[in-house]
T-cell receptor, first 115, second 114 residues
Framework: AQSVAQPEDQVNVAEGNPLTVKCTYS??????LFWYVQYPNRGLQFLLK??????LVKGSYGFEAEFNKSQTSFHLKKPSALVSDSALYFC?????????????FGPGTRLSVLP | NAGVTQTPKFQVLKTGQSMTLQCAQD?????MSWYRQDPGMGLRLIHY???????DQGEVPNGYNVSRSTTEDFPLRLLSAAPSQTSVYFC?????????????FGEGSWLTVV
């Protein structure tokens, strides 16, 4: 079965600085990787995904993610953080072996951008 | 654009009561699922459906039932609520099981069992 790890519960960054939210994965075949963001009392919103092709994926709100097959990582990045980026971020992988190819989510990383 | 619609948004239940969380999507997605979100545990799959008339269990199915009589609707039933079912519930849908398809979420249902 596929799995996802987010090694940091919390990431703090100053506004205007670059941010990175880390994600590592374990899959049995080609990975389908996703990032979602959750604002307080809201559902999860899709940010970006990696299916195949270019290792640098660009998504919504200026976010991008870098797929690294050798390190089995899919870190989320943004060149210049905004206070409004403060939220809970989830990395997910599509589980091709179980549950009808549903999604497996990491535990989430809370990002706080300080003014 | 309605997307995935969940009701109710908030609910308080007494132990032993039953209730149904409603979920509807207007995107003609064949794939629908229910997750629960608990602190530090991410989202865990409860039940899923790959099409009308077809449902199956996910990672944490005990205490929940589902049905899929139409493509649009996928209600989640709590049979006899327990405090351990206090959680935030999310319904989600996607176009198909093809690996690259994005999953879309409803706004969530906050359930407290006392």
């Amino acid at each position: 079965a596929q799995s996802v790890a987010q090694p940091e519960d919390q990431v703090n960054v100053a506004e205007g600085n670059p941010l990175t939210v880390k994600c590592t994965y374990s899959v049995s075949g080609n990975p389908y990787l996703f990032w979602y963001v959750q604002y307080p009392n809201r559902g999860l919103q899709f940010l970006l995904k990696y299916i195949t092709g270019d290792n640098l994926v660009k998504g919504s709100y200026g976010f991008e993610a870098e797929f690294n097959k050798s390190q089995t990582s899919f870190h989320l990045k943004k060149p210049s953080a905004l206070v409004s980026d403060s939220a809970l971020y989830f990395c997910a992988v599509r589980d091709l072996d179980n549950y009808g190819q549903n999604f497996v989510f990491g535990p989430g990383t809370r990002l706080s951008v300080l003014p | 654009n309605a997307g995935v619609t969940q009701t109710p948004k908030f609910q308080v239940l007494k132990t032993g009561q039953s209730m149904t969380l409603q979920c509807a999507q207007d995107m003609n997605h064949e794939y629908m699922s229910w997750y629960r979100q608990d602190p530090g545990m991410g989202l865990r799959l409860i039940h899923y459906s790959v099409g009308a008339g077809i449902t199956d269990q996910g990672e944490v199915p005990n205490g929940y039932n589902v049905s899929r009589s139409t493509t649009e609707d996928f209600p989640l039933r709590l049979l006899s609520a327990a405090p351990s079912q206090t959680s935030v519930y999310f319904c989600a849908s996607s176009y198909s099981r093809t690996g690259g398809n994005t999953i879309y979420f409803g706004e969530g249902s906050w359930l407290t069992v006392v």
